[in-house]
Structure formats: structure tokens, C-alpha cells
């Protein structure tokens, strides 16, 4: 919303500073969005009088000037054609600044020829695109004056953002209403007159029943034998300085009314009507030819106003092509409507249409403007084109249901902190336009027609503070719940905040990515519900909520290699989604390493990345996240976006899983066009079972630590076992072969090759042996060993390597 | 006893003519063994008269003294001009790389989140999460917004496919439907913060159609606006590190709040650099307000009885202010050159104690 600083002056009584009303406008909840002074701009600039324009001596396109300004005479040379003597013109003395070529003039010699300042046009002071020659004003305009005087220009233009609720500031008055309750001045009286017409119109008002609830209300008036043409300066002017471009002074008329009582008109040209005017539902699929030159197919919910002929107008939203006002127009209509605002929000959702009578229908037009915006649009007409006007046509009734709020003095203190004085509430309330009385206690308020977003005691509370000023609000600390402050995180929440810093510490980047992807991205990655494609995504690239958060990352990896850094370590902590209930938004901790595990270094090998650092990547993330990684098992039974031999789950059993890793499936990679291998892992932070704390206790102590006096022996052993046989079987069998005294079974070898039958591999482990009550002795060490290679043999069907 | 002093010239000469401890062990050998020249020497005295013997014997003794103090000196020299060798030996060139180790980095938004949870955290605010996909009524109606409510089309929701019930669920908008549940579902009085994922159809330079959100919630019978003031300056002096941080509140227009609130800090524009604190101009950063008694009821909450404050800002904004990142969209691209430059060590775990 823009208006200007006179035009809201004449609403407002006030002697107030431009900074004081735009400071203020933004306090009372009317965000100023910018303020525009183009005398501020424009200050260099004056008239003056070209008193002598000659031939320059050595230049066939310029002419030396002798130009007089309010400072003395100057000599220009100047190269626009209509540089002539005796004009006046716009004068930029030396040391100025021409905000169009962006230069402050020096004085100069072109050609021989002195030249001290410049004749501009309006291109080079910034107004316009216009540069055929220097600025050309009236015969007898005096020499010495700011041009933005004489343009006009010297009105500072204030843009404010207005909040869905305020429909009443969608006129310059409902702006000028609320600095008044501010203390910024007085609200000038609305001048309405009623004029009486001296005929009845040919044309009526007729209205559908149907149509009641959205247009409760319509009136009109015929005038005729008036004169459109082009508006009065002032009224140009206005509409520019807000960005309206001026049409005829009919149409001008109804765009200066809409700003600046927030009242839409519309006016037909009454010789292109035929018959009556009716408003009605549209007919499915009817077509209406828009004042934009559309043509738009409307639906049977839309309201249109129709003749005889057809559809001429668009229910609050935009009039008809065919019966618009041009110049030539001497008899016109007008309409006054009462739109429905949430019907007029459909049909201007639906036709797309943006207009400013849409925009003001749609936040709530003052129901009482539809009366009295008659007088004001009949005057102005009657001002500005002459003619006679007609009795007043209507249909409907204009709403009078009035809305009575009571409000506790009090409840400003109880909800704000801030205690304002009876008698202030009620000044505000009444300035702004509630009628207000006292009812015991209570103050009893009567909203206005042009307020209707205020419902309840609350709305009042927020009337009376933003114009009392919220920084009277004072600032009061909540009194904490407790002395020391407490855990807030749940246990879960801590667990995701550990798993992210575990796999920092690893050495992965924390990337954050989209929650949704394409579905050709999601379908790599298992199958997607039609509950998870967005309806209206985007784009297409981002139209399905991601099963995994692999493609993002994947995605992602494939980004860095283009840019040359192929050695990705990545992880996200994020969601999944397996379908659109609470439940089946998953909680993970997904990462992928790609390229080589470390940079190159001089001293040891680089290595490109493989199953093993995915595992580990997922173990560490499992650990930080309270996982009881001693018990999980490994099975080969991961999802098939992985590579079927080298990928495993991590679970506390085959159905329990808490994580899945390996190198991901090369048809996947080629699929996303990134070259391999790629490892990752995917950890399921929602399946890690909860530790059982007992009532009472804080769950934190440790159990006893044990340590044996006596020392530790290793022993290791290496068993032939056929090629297919799993390391960790060997392992697990050996752990069980003592559980008393073996602590600890290390894998350190794997050997195939010479010595070691083809089909075959050697497997070598060291077994930990711990004591407890007393030193071993040969025979005791060898006693275990037995067993440990009687396991091993059991278990894995191998046999010890001599 | 002429020969006594050349079997001493003799010897001391040989110990400091011994090139390496090695030589000195066997200079020391030849001279103090059991079969050295020394001991030789003294197994002939026995042929000796008693007070010759006793004579010859010192004699000796002295020379083996000698001797053995010889060894101990030229061996502490064999020794520092061996370690000497062995040094100048073992010299490597220093100015090769370490070995390297590699440490990922935090995001800025988990870091933001976690300073966010720190500082609301000492003010007794505990953290709730929700669901992403939401029902109409947890995202709009609960709130006080209507189905044609003009409010509505600002919020560019993405929707999910109609249910056979009719139904629609949404990308939730904002984090507000985890607040409408947690005032189902919680006793009262209720003091949260609830941050996360939130969706709108919107991409361009300064929006994307996934983003940040932190709402914060607090329920009781007599929070005001004075406390919602005293927490939201007191959160932005802590989180922006600017002790005296300006902050304005100017009315504004939420759908679940009346009154309604936003939040500007102080800021400087000067250079075309922003620079938070001081200055004389304003950056809106956050809504807020007392939470409308429609809400309220809607959620099963007697509006008569109970009141308090919400409040709600975009986790990305606030953390590109503090940390000076320029661009919206670079936040999810997952650049690495960006997550290094951008991204925080996992040590860097924010607390008020330990300062953020």
C-alpha cells in the first residue's frame, strides 16, 4: 500500500514530521517498507531560462548556451536538438549530481567552447526513459524554482506493508484513522454529501437469490452526458506517485477511491449495457472477456454481473473489455458492491487473477462504504466530468449486524504486563472508531463496519496496546521452573546428537539435505506409496519424500566429483519416510564414503574406500547412540540397493536390524552417474532398544570394574578352513570355548596363497587368557588351548595350521 | 720404580687412543681384567718382601685407579660423541607433512539447533519434535486458520494426495502443529521449544521448499507479553553474542496469536555490510505473540484460565546472520568445500556455561 505524505494529509490534521509519522506508522503495526523523496533526489534541479542558444562554432550537433538561473548566467554547450532561446528548461549547475548518468558535472570545454553545467532531460534526472531532448517546460514558468516543485514531485511517498487482518488500511483513511489514534494528529471529517438524482436509471440492479450470501448488497447510479477524457493533474500525479498509470478521469476515479477510502467502483460505459444489470452465479464453462484482454472460462461458483449479452464483469475481481469506459464514453454506470470475501477469494484463485479490487474484497471492504461510497464516487464523477446523475438502483441489503465485545480493563495487564489506565482504553478504542460505553467494570465496545477481523476480548487487548506502543511493554523474566536448570533433551534426542558427533569424529562431513526427491531418485531405493508423492511439488526433481536419505547424499557425492573432490565422507542424521503416519517417519543417521578413505601423503598409502569403513562408519554411529554393539550379529541380508556380496545388516537378531551397510549396487551408481565404488551405511536410530532404568535411579552407575592380580597370557593359533567359511563364526565358536578365562579373540590375519590349499584360507587369532585367582600353568594354557581348537574345529570345520 | 710410571703413561695413553667404546672395553680389559696387565703385575708381588709388597701394592692400586678413572671420562666422550653421530644420523627433513587424521564437521543448522537448545534450555524450555507429513487440522485449523482464510495462501503449502476419506495431509508449514499437539496431549503448564523440518512451495535466492523452523511455546496461568519480551531479548543478546543488542516489538498479524508480535534487532547497514548490534537500522527476524484463545480452546485448553506466549523464527536465517553465510541455498548443496569452510568441530558442543 503507497501513498503519499499530502494525500494522507488529507485525512490527517497534523503537524508531525515525515520521520515521526513513518517511525510511528511501523510502531503501530503499519510496517513501513520504504519512504521515496524524489525532491530529496532532485534538489540540484531548477528551472532557468535558455536567454541565448547559438551555433557551437566547431560542432555541427551542439549549441552554445547562455543560461539564466536563480544563481546568475552560465554558459552551456548542449547537444539536444530542441535547445532553443527563450525556453525554459531544467538547469544542473557544476558540482551537482545527475542521478540518470550517474556523474557529478564538472565545468568543461567542448570544442573550444566553455561549458559550465547541463540542460537535462528527464532520462538524465531519473523520471524517465525519455531522452528525444531536453526537458521543455511551459511558457511563463518561473526561472529558479525546484523542479520537483514544478513536477510535482515534491510529495514523499510512504510504503507500508498491510497484514491480511487490515483491510480497512487498504485506504489511505484507515491509515490516517490509525496515526490519529496514535497521537499523530486528528482525523479530518469524511465530506459525503447526498446527492439526489434528477431522473431514474435506465439500467437496474437485479440480483440472482442464489447469489445473497456472496453479494449481500449492490447499488448503482446512471450518469449521463458527462465528459471522460484525461484526469486532472492532481489526480495523475497521485496515481503515479503510487505506481497507477492514469486512464481516462472515469476510470481514475474509481483507482483514487480504492486507495484512498478502500472503497472498489466500477464503471461501465452505460450505451454498451444491454438491459438490465444482474449478479448471478457464472454458467459452467461460460467465458468472460477481462478488462486485461483475457478471456477466461469461468466456473459455476464464480459471481458474475451479467446483461443481456453475457458476463460483463467478474465479481469483485475484475470488469468486462466490452463495456469498459473509453474517452469517447458520455454515459456511464456505476457499481457499488458488497462482495463476499471468501467467495471472491475462490474466484480469484481460480482465474488467477490479481487486481486491487480482489486484494481489498478479499481482507473485508467496510460493509457501510457500499452506502456511502455512492455519495463519494457520485461528487467526484460529478466534479470532474459534469453531467446529471439518476436516482440511486439497487438490490440487496447492506449488512447491519453491529458486533458488541466487552472488555475487563484489566485483562491489558494480566496479557501484556502492562497496565493502561481505563480512561487511555477507552480514548484509543474511541478513536479508532468503537463506539464505546461503560457497562459496570466492563467497557463495552461496538465494533466498526470497517473492522470486522476484531472477534474477541483479545483483539480488543491488541487494538489498545499497538496503539499504547509496545515498547511500554516492560521486560520481566519468567521465573525459572528450578534452581539448577534440568536435562531437556530426551534420551533419544541426546542419542541423535551423540551419533552425529561420532561420525564427525570419524572424519564425516554433516551435509543436510532435501526431504524429498525425484522418483526416479526414490525407486533405486526401494518402493515408494502414492501417500508419499507430493501432489503439487516444485518440480519434478523433487516430488516424492525420500526412503532413504542415500540419493540425497548420493546426489551430493556426485555434485563434489564434478567439481573435482571425489573423496566424499558425508553423512546426514534426518528423516526417511516409509509412509505418511508419525510412525513412518524414520530417524537416521545415513552416511557414504566415496573415492579415496584419505588424502595422498608421502610417507603412507592411500586406499580407496571399501565394506569395511561403512561397517566401521556404523558401529561408531550405533556405539555414540547407546546401540549394545557387543551383541549385535552380522547378516548378509541387506536391502538390494547394496552389492549382494558385499553388504551386511547389523541386528540383535535377523528381524531385529539396527543398521545396514557395504558398498552400494554399481546399477544404482550408473543409475546416478557417479563412478564407484561407493560405500555407506544406513543406522536406525529408532530401533536402538532403550536401557531399563528402575524407578528411583538415575541409571548411571557402572558395574564393578574387576581387575585380576594375575597376568594375562596370549596365545595364537592359525586354522586351515575352506574359503566360504565366516571369519566371525570362528571367532564367536573360540569365545566360547572358556568363558571363564578368554576376555578377548582378535582376528589379525587372513592368508590365502602359497602353502594354503586352493579353496582354503588360513584364519589367525590371538585368544586373551585372564586368570582370576591364581597365575596359570603350562598344563592349564595347554588345557584351553585344546578347547579352543576343539571349537574351532567344531564350529568351522577346519583344521589347526602347523 | 721407573717401569710403574711407563705401565701408567703406558695405559692412560691407550684409554685415551681408544676410538669407540669398544676399543675402551678392551683397553679396559687389557689393562683391569682378571688377565689384565695390571692384575698380571699384581699376581708378581707375592715374591715380594711384606713391606715391599705393601709399597708396590698401593703403587698399583693408584695406577688402577688411574686407570679405571681414565676409562670412566673417555667413556662419558665415546658416549656423547656416539650420541652425537647417532643424532646428526637420524636427522629428518621436519618440514613434511604430519600424519594426517581427518575430523568431519558439524552442519551450521545442527549447530544453530544445538546453541538454540543451550540457551532456551537454562530458561527451563525442554525440546518436542513431530511428524512432517501433518493433517489439515494440526497445520491450519487448530491454529485459526480456516480453509479460506486469506492467511492461508501465505503459507504455499505442498500437499500430499487426497485420502479416501477426503481428507488432504499436508508438508507441514511451520513447526506449529507440534505445538497444537503437545497442548493436547501434555499437562500444564508447558514450556517448549519445538524445532525441525518445515515445507513451502517456494524456491528462489532467499527461500527454499525445505527449510528450518523454531517455534517456542510456553503455557501457564500468567505468562504475559512482558515475559515473552524479557525472554526473546534475552535469548537474542545470547545467541547473536551482543550484549546490548537493541530489539523492537511492532504489532503485527499471526492467525494463532492476538496480540501479535515482531521482532526486530538492531542492526548497521553502512558498506553494504550488515552488521548486527548498534546502528540505526532494524532486521525483522521473528514472530511471536500470546497465543489466541481460539487456539487455545481448540486444543482442549480452558482460554479462561490459562495464557502464554509463541513464538517462531527460520533456524537458517538466524544462523546466516551469526555466522555471516550468505547464501540460503548453499545450506543443503552439501559442498564440501562449503561444509569445511562453514561447519563446526564436534568439540565445539555449545553451552551457556562454557559460552556459545
Known amino acids: 500500500m503507497k501513498f503519499t505524505l499530502n494525500w494522507l494529509k488529507d485525512h490527517l490534521d497534523t503537524d508531525a514530521s515525515l520521520e515521526a509519522i513513518v517511525e510511528k506508522l511501523s510502531l503501530i503495526g503499519l510496517e513501513v517498507e520504504g519512504v521515496e523523496n524524489k525532491a530529496d533526489e532532485l534538489k540540484a534541479f531548477k528551472t532557468a531560462k535558455v536567454i ?32 532553443r532561446t527563450g525556453m525554459i528548461g531544467v538547469f544542473a549547475p557544476v558540482g551537482s549530481y545527475v542521478p540518470g548518468i550517474d556523474l557529478t558535472l564538472k565545468a568543461g570545454n567542448l570544442r573550444g567552447e566553455d561549458s559550465n553545467g547541463m540542460l537535462v532531460s528527464e532520462r538524465e534526472m531519473g523520471l524517465s526513459d525519455e531522452h528525444d531532448g531536453i526537458i521543455d517546460l511551459p511558457e511563463g514558468t518561473e526561472v529558479g524554482v525546484l523542479i520537483a516543485e514544478v513536477l510535482g514531485l515534491d510529495d514523499p511517498i510512504i510504503e507500508i506493508a498491510i497484514t491480511p487482518n487490515r483491510g480497512d488500511c487498504l485506504g489511505v483513511r484507515g491509515v490516517a484513522r490509525d496515526l490519529a489514534a496514535a497521537g499523530m494528529g486528528t482525523l479530518k471529517p469524511l465530506k459525503v454529501e447526498k446527492i439526489e438524482g434528477s431522473f431514474d436509471s435506465s439500467i437496474n440492479w437485479k440480483a440472482d437469490a442464489a447469489v445473497a450470501d456472496d453479494v449481500p448488497y449492490v447499488a448503482g447510479r446512471y450518469f449521463r452526458n458527462l465528459k471522460n477524457g484525461p484526469s486532472p493533474k492532481w489526480l495523475q500525479e497521485r496515481l503515479l506517485a503510487i505506481g497507477l498509470r492514469p486512464i481516462s478521469t472515469l476510470v481514475d476515479i474509481t483507482n483514487y477511491v480504492s486507495f484512498d477510502l478502500g472503497r472498489p467502483l466500477h464503471v461501465f460505459d452505460a450505451d454498451k449495457i444491454s438491459g438490465n444489470l444482474t449478479m448471478r452465479y457464472a454458467k459452467e464453462g461460460e467465458e ?22 453475457g458476463a460483463q464483469g467478474l465479481g ?18 456505476l457499481e457499488v458492491a458488497l462482495f463476499d470475501p471468501i467467495s471472491v477469494a475462490m474466484t480469484g484463485r481460480k482465474s488467477g487473477i490479481l487486481s486491487d479490487a480482489r486484494y481489498r474484497f478479499e481482507r473485508t471492504v467496510d460493509s457501510q462504504s457500499a452506502d456511502w461510497g455512492v455519495d463519494v464516487a457520485t461528487q467526484m464523477v460529478l466534479d470532474l466530468c459534469g453531467g446529471e446523475v439518476s436516482n440511486i438502483t439497487s438490490a440487496g441489503a447492506i449488512p447491519i449486524e453491529k458486533r458488541t465485545i466487552d472488555l475487563r480493563p484489566s485483562r491489558i495487564e494480566d496479557l501484556c504486563g502492562v497496565a493502561v489506565s481505563k480512561e487511555k482504553q477507552i480514548e484509543i478504542l474511541s478513536i479508532l472508531g468503537f463506539e464505546v460505553s461503560e457497562k459496570g467494570d466492563l467497557i463495552s465496545a461496538v465494533v466498526p463496519s470497517w473492522r470486522p477481523d476484531v472477534e474477541l476480548e483479545a483483539c480488543l487487548v491488541e487494538e489498545i496496546l499497538r496503539i499504547y506502543g509496545y515498547e511500554n511493554i516492560p521486560e520481566i523474566q519468567m521465573a525459572p521452573a528450578s534452581y539448577l536448570p534440568q536435562g531437556v533433551l530426551t534420551l533419544v534426542q541426546r542419542r541423535v546428537s551423540n551419533a552425529r558427533t561420532a561420525l564427525c569424529w570419524r572424519g564425516l562431513d554433516e551435509a543436510v539435505t532435501f526431504s524429498f526427491v525425484s522418483a526416479a531418485q526414490a525407486d533405486l531405493f526401494g518402493s515408494v506409496p502414492d501417500s508419499l508423492r507430493v501432489a503439487n511439488p516444485i518440480s519434478t526433481d523433487l516430488d516424492t519424500m525420500r526412503p532413504s536419505i542415500l540419493p540425497t547424499l548420493v546426489a551430493a557425492a556426485a555434485r563434489n566429483t564434478d567439481r573435482g573432490y571425489a573423496d566424499n565422507a558425508l553423512f546426514e542424521v534426518g528423516p526417511q519416510y516409509k509412509d505418511d503416519t508419525a510412525k513412518g517417519q524414520q530417524q537416521m543417521a545415513t552416511g557414504l564414503r566415496s573415492g579415496n578413505i584419505a588424502e595422498r601423503h608421502w610417507e603412507s598409502a592411500s586406499r580407496v574406500v571399501d565394506v569395511f569403513d561403512a561397517k566401521g562408519d556404523a558401529l561408531a554411529a550405533l556405539s555414540a547412540a547407546g546401540a549394545p554393539v557387543e551383541n549385535l550379529q552380522v547378516f548378509t541380508s541387506a536391502p538390494p540397493y547394496f552389492h549382494p556380496g558385499r553388504s551386511g545388516v547389523l541386528g540383535l537378531g535377523p528381524k531385529n536390524v539396527l543398521a545396514a551397510f557395504g558398498e552400494l549396487h554399481p546399477r544404482v551408481l550408473e543409475a546416478m552417474d557417479i563412478k564407484g565404488p561407493v560405500v555407506a551405511f544406513e543406522v536406525f536410530l529408532d530401533n536402538i532398544p532403550q536401557p531399563k532404568v528402575k524407578k528411583g535411579e538415575s541409571g548411571k552407575i557402572k558395574p564393578a570394574l574387576e581387575l585380576s592380580p594375575f597376568q594375562s597370557v596370549d596365545r595364537d593359533f592359525a586354522f586351515l578352513v575352506d574359503d566360504s567359511v565366516e571369519a566371525g563364526k570362528l571367532v564367536r565358536a573360540v569365545k566360547g570355548a572358556d568363558k571363564s578365562l578368554i576376555t578377548d579373540v582378535v582376528l589379525f590375519d587372513i592368508y590365502k596363497g602359497k602353502g594354503v590349499e586352493d579353496g582354503q584360507k588360513s584364519l589367525a587369532i590371538t585368544v586373551t587368557l585372564q586368570p582370576r585367582d591364581k597365575t596359570l600353568t603350562d598344563e592349564e594354557i595347554e588345557a584351553v588351548s585344546q578347547k579352543v581348537i576343539a571349537q574351532a574345529m567344531k564350529a568351522t570345520g577346519g583344521t589347526l595350521r602347523r | 720404580m721407573d717401569n710403574l710410571e711407563e705401565l701408567r703413561s703406558a695405559l692412560l695413553q691407550r684409554v685415551e687412543e681408544a676410538s669407540d667404546l669398544e676399543a675402551l672395553d678392551t683397553v679396559r680389559v687389557q689393562a683391569l681384567g682378571k688377565k689384565g696387565e695390571i692384575t698380571q703385575h699384581m699376581k708378581t708381588l707375592g715374591s715380594l718382601a711384606p713391606e715391599e709388597r705393601k709399597e708396590a701394592g698401593q703403587a698399583f692400586n693408584l695406577i688402577k685407579q688411574a686407570v679405571a678413572e681414565a676409562i670412566e671420562v673417555r667413556k662419558t666422550t665415546l658416549h656423547e660423541a656416539a650420541l652425537e653421530a647417532r643424532l646428526a644420523e637420524e636427522k629428518v627433513d621436519v618440514s613434511l607433512p604430519g600424519r594426517p587424521s581427518t575430523i568431519g564437521k558439524l552442519h551450521p543448522i545442527s549447530q544453530t539447533l544445538e546453541e538454540l537448545v543451550a540457551i532456551f534450555g537454562e530458561m527451563g524450555f525442554s525440546v518436542a519434535e513431530g511428524q512432517h507429513i501433518e493433517d489439515d487440522f494440526h497445520n491450519f485449523t487448530a491454529l485459526n486458520i480456516p480453509p479460506e482464510h486469506p492467511a492461508r495462501q501465505e503459507f504455499d503449502t505442498f500437499y500430499m494426495p487426497e485420502k479416501e476419506d477426503g481428507s488432504r495431509p499436508v508438508l507441514r508449514t511451520h513447526t506449529s502443529p507440534v505445538q497444537i499437539r503437545s497442548m493436547q496431549n501434555t499437562t500444564l503448564p508447558i514450556r517448549i521449544i519445538a524445532p525441525g523440518r518445515t515445507f513451502r512451495a517456494d524456491h528462489d535466492a532467499t527461500h527454499s521448499p525445505m527449510f528450518h523452523q523454531v517455534e517456542g511455546l510456553v503455557i501457564d496461568e500468567k505468562t504475559n507479553m512482558g515475559h515473552l519480551k524479557g525472554v526473546l531479548i534475552e535469548f537474542c543478546r545470547a545467541f547473536f553474542g551482543v550484549q546490548d543488542l537493541p530489539l523492537r516489538f511492532r504489532p503485527s498479524y499471526f492467525p494463532f496469536t492476538e496480540p501479535s508480535a515482531e521482532v526486530d534487532i538492531g542492526c548497521s547497514r553502512s558498506g553494504g555490510q550488515l552488521k548486527i548490534g548498534g546502528g540505526d537500522d532494524w532486521l525483522e527476524i521473528l514472530g511471536s505473540g500470546m497465543v489466541h484463545p481460539k487456539v487455545l480452546e481448540n486444543c482442549g485448553i480452558d482460554s479462561t484460565k490459562y495464557q502464554g506466549f509463541a513464538f517462531g523464527m527460520g533456524i537458517e536465517r538466524i544462523a546466516m546472520l551469526k555466522y555471516g553465510i550468505p547464501d540460503l541455498r548453499t545450506f543443503y548443496d552439501s559442498d564440501l568445500r562449503w561444509m569445511k569452510h562453514y561447519g563446526f568441530l564436534p568439540m565445539e558442543m555449545p553451552s551457556m556455561v562454557r559460552g556459545l
Open chain 1, 288 to 309: 468472460f472477456l477481462a478488462l486485461d484482454e483475457e478471456t477466461y472460462k469461468l466456473s459455476d461458483t464464480m459471481v458474475v454481473i451479467g446483461d443481456d449479452n
Open chain 1, 316 to 333: 469483485g475481481v475484475m470488469g468486462g473489455l466490452e463495456t469498459g469506459c473509453s474517452d469517447d464514453t458520455t454515459n456511464m454506470f
Open chain 1, 52 to 83: 541565448e542558444a547559438v551555433q557551437h562554432p566547431n560542432a555541427d550537433r551542439l549549441r552554445v548556451c547562455q543560461v539564466q538561473s536563480d544563481e546568475g548566467i552560465s554558459q552551456v554547450v548542449c547537444g539536444a536538438p530542441n535547445a
